[in-house]
């Protein structure tokens, strides 16, 4: 089954690659970085963890739209 889609999932991760890795408790600049998702039910669990302070963000957002 080839698909050349990218899937609703694959964007939403790029897009939180590209923006927000910059820690708000810190102000590190996490460019290596990158938000790690993971799928559960119909929702998008993302996590970043500073490396610099160790703080942890986590945002949760919906496949529903
Ligand atoms: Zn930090």
């Known amino acids: 089954m ?3 889609h990218r899937s609703p999932f694959e964007r939403l991760r790029t897009q ?3 923006v ?3 820690c708000p408790s810190c102000g590190y600049d ?6 790690q998702a993971a799928t559960a039910g119909r929702t998008v669990q ?3 963890v500073c490396p ?5 963000r986590r945002r949760t ?3 529903d739209s």
């Open 46 to 48: 993302y996590r970043h």
């Open 61 to 63: 957002l919906s496949l």
């Open 16 to 18: 939180y690659n590209d």
């Open 52 to 56: 610099s302070c160790g703080a942890i």
């Open 2 to 4: 080839a698909s050349t």
């Open 30 to 35: 996490d460019e290596d970085g990158e938000w």
């Open 20 to 22: 927000d890795l910059v």
